[in-house]
């Protein structure tokens, strides 16, 4: 057989093993490993090389309505590519669900934003925020049934939020179709309750945003999605976790044999609240919830990501620009921290701070680094062609260099908003090349593929809430 392209000379990392092998890829598919694979079209030297399954992003916002005048800075077009760039051959952006509205609908908006517009491929996770007894009994199901097979739903945000009934009773449509929850943990009435003590005394900058939201309001409402999911007993999601004391009750949940799966972010190992006491307003820049901690919460977040708690390192990448009257400094937002949008970029930047502050320190090995970034999201959002680089699967790869030093600076990135949360750190490895479906996206830092290249994929279930057969 003549092969497409042959990746030769490379070092080829999956979840579990490190080995010197050239790839070969075939219509899209990784058709051989091995040496001396025999001619190929095209041959791409990886000497000195890392070859990694490309990057799946499982937590990302793009062009998702934000309400009051907000506008998200990256549509799929911007967001993807970004997301590219950073090493990402697949993202998971989230569909939204407005009050009053039908999931189907909302999907059908992002479907046709998202037609013919993407650089990465994509599929979509869906946000349940109106659970009548219709969405839950007819639109769920058969959208878990055609391929949309996880929800998010909010403990936290007035009109986002819902109740432990809404939640007990959203958790039953997973236990009924085998789809997978995931949970935004803050105690919405806790917030409410400190934002008015705030506001009473005045007290309204950016750096606001992180004292209303403290670590208890976190990690008791992590305890009870997690206690909820116990008792309808399906698995659960915790998303975006921020500190020891919420990893203390995952760790404790997944010793008694619940099936918990837990996410951190590059923020959490990267920013503190500091940062939202900027000058000038500029702590606006970090707002994001849950809130950035302190160094000792940093610390909890690495060595949950090093001891095997954290199962997903995603970048919760939800882009606001930051002087734009339709962002950040909106105006109101340039007067409380009340109305300024919750969210960061981060797409791009993901791989490259885990690689540079993970591997290249040696706190966890280039395995550990493949299933926290690509392996584990497709095995848990239903993935069944991606996240490894074996025979049979797609030729998403990404190819890194290690030797590569650069310094995050938002101008060299690619995404639709106007600054980085990591401008000015160093970073040592980056990814120079990469392969979607077997074509050449991106070569030596240059983007060669097109936009629409990236397509939907539908997903199987979970593989933590499938009933497996052979
Ligand atoms: N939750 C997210 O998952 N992303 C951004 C904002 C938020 O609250
Ligand atoms: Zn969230
Ligand atoms: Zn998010």
């Known amino acids: 057989m003549k092969f497409d392209l042959i990746i030769a000379n490379g070092t080829v990392a999956t979840a579990s093993d490190v080995f010197a092998s050239d790839v070969a890829i075939k219509d899209g598919t990784i058709v051989a490993l091995g040496r001396d694979l025999g001619p190929a079209t095209r041959t791409i030297d990886a000497a000195g090389m890392y070859v990694l399954p490309g990057g799946i992003d499982s937590h990302v916002h793009l062009a998702q309505p934000s309400g009051d005048g907000i506008v998200m800075a990256d549509d799929f077009e911007s967001g993807t590519r970004s997301a590219l760039f950073g090493g990402n051959t697949m993202v998971l952006p989230f569909c939204l669900q407005q009050k009053g509205e039908s999931l189907r609908e909302a999907l059908k908006a992002y479907h046709a934003l998202a037609e013919g517009n993407c650089y990465t491929d994509i599929s979509f996770h869906l946000i349940v925020s109106d659970p009548t007894d219709a969405v839950l009994g007819q639109e769920l199901p ?5 391929g949309y097979t996880s929800f998010k739903v909010f403990m936290t945000y007035e009109g986002l939020r819902l109740n432990d009934a809404e939640i007990l009773a959203t958790m039953d449509v997973a236990r009924r179709t085998g789809a997978l929850v995931m949970v935004h943990c803050e105690n919405e009435d806790a917030i409410r309750y400190l934002v008015g ?49 919420a990893i203390e009750e995952i760790r404790r949940a997944k010793a008694r044999g619940r099936k918990v799966v837990s996410e951190t972010c590059p923020q959490y190992l990267m920013l503190t609240a500091d940062d939202l006491g900027g000058m000038d307003w500029e702590g606006a820049k970090f707002v994001c919830s849950p809130p950035p901690r302190d160094a000792a919460e940093q610390d909890a977040c690495w060595n949950g990501i090093e001891e095997g708690t954290f199962d997903l390192f995603s970048s919760d990448h939800c882009p606001f620009r930051y002087d734009d009257p339709a962002g950040k400094l909106n105006p109101k937002g340039a007067r409380s921290f009340r109305h300024i949008p919750n969210g960061i970029p981060g797409v791009e930047t993901r791989l490259p701070i885990l690689f540079s502050e993970g591997v290249m320190t040696g706190r966890i090995d280039l395995q550990r680094f493949v299933a926290l970034t ?80 990236g397509r939907y994929r539908s997903r199987a279930l979970s593989s933590i809430t499938r009933r497996h057969s052979p």
């Open 374 to 453: 690509a392996t584990n999201q497709a095995k848990i959002y239903g993935l069944e062609r991606k996240g490894s680089i074996a025979v049979g699967l797609d030729a998403d790869i990404t190819i890194w260099n290690p030797e590569t030093r650069r310094t995050i600076r938002h101008a060299e990135l690619h995404d639709g908003s106007d600054y980085s949360p990591y401008e000015g750190t160093e970073v040592q490895g980056w990814p120079v090349t990469v392969i979607l479906g077997g074509t050449v996206m991106v070569e030596h830092g240059r983007l060669i593929g097109k936009k629409g290249e």
């Open 142 to 146: 058969a959208l878990v049934a055609d």
């Open 197 to 245: 003590r705030h506001e009473d005394e005045g007290e309204v900058r950016p750096r606001a945003h992180a004292t209303t939201r403290p670590i208890a309001a976190e990690r008791e409402a992590t305890h009870r999605a997690m206690s909820l999911a116990e008792i309808v007993d399906v698995p659960v999601v915790i998303v975006h976790v921020s500190n020891g004391a």
